[in-house]
Structures are given as C-alpha cells and as structure tokens.
C-alpha cells in the first residue's frame, strides 16, 4: 500500500505582532494548497525551528500563532522576516511528559486516568506550566498541585 506524503506549501512573510501577541498571517492560497480545511492542523517549520499548531482565524485572517516559547528558542520578535513552510500534520498529537511528572503520575492511578482524558491542549498546559517552574521546588510544587487536582476531578 502506497503512503501519501502530507501537503506542504513555503512562504515569505513578517511575524505579525498585535500588543503582546504574535503570529503568522498565512495566505489563503496556502490555506488552499494544503487542502485540508480552513484550519488545517500544521507542522510549522519557521526558519528551520519546526514546531506543531493549527491555523486559526484572527481578524477574519488566517494565522497561527508564535507561542513564548517559539520566540524564546527562535529569537524571533515582531516584524522580524521568516521564511514558513506549512506541511499538513497527519499524526496525532503526542504530549511529551517529563520523567518527574510521569513518575508521579503512575503513582496515582487516579490522577493517571483522569489526566489521559483531558483534551490535548489541557495537558500540554499543565507540562508546560511544569516545565517552566525556574527551581525544582517550584517545579515539585506544580507537580504536586496538578496531581491533586487531577484526584479530585478537576481540570485546572
């Protein structure tokens, strides 16, 4: 059985800036080149820093959005010119847990379960929040936190 390799489309652009937020304004004839809906989920590879998103819609444009931590690995700053390719993400989203927090998890079965059935987004927001704890007592703090909450059933 034959694979089919995922659509992809590069581009020419500035980083959009809106107060403290950033992005990318993507054309709509890349939307249409990549066929795969008006808010395709996308590999983003920005100047050869690749990283996952979904085109949204802002203003009535298309964009996808250039998180804190992209511009902090990137270095990149509104108005600075990047080159974009979008290929179409084919794969599921996969959340990378750190072993400290993995660990506490299969611990508790409880918290365990309920974390696998929070939504993608919702997790990443707690190991992101994890993983920017600047001290390990910060970090074990939020771990321990996360991990209460999630026995008792809640999201956040």
Not at 33 to 46: D, E, S, T, W, Y
Request: hydrophobic fraction near 40%.
């Amino acid at each position: 059985m034959a694979t089919t390799k995922p659509k992809s489309v590069t581009f020419d652009t500035t980083v959009a800036v809106a107060g403290n937020n950033t992005g990318i304004v993507v054309p709509v004839e890349a939307i249409e080149q990549l066929a795969a809906g008006k808010r395709p989920p996308v590999l983003v590879n920005v100047n050869g820093y690749e990283y996952r998103n979904t085109v949204g819609v802002m203003g009535g444009k298309p964009m996808i959005s250039i998180s804190a931590a992209v511009r902090n690995a990137t270095g990149l700053k509104g108005g600075d010119p990047i080159r974009v390719t979008l290929t179409v993400a084919d794969t599921p989203r996969e959340v990378e847990f750190p072993p400290d927090f993995a660990a506490a998890l299969a611990a508790h079965k409880q918290a365990a379960a309920f974390f696998a059935t929070l939504s993608n987004s919702l997790q990443r927001y707690h190991i992101d929040n994890i993983n920017a704890a600047k001290t390990d007592q910060t970090r074990q703090r939020r771990i321990e936190k996360a991990i209460t909450l999630f026995r008792s059933g809640k999201q956040r």
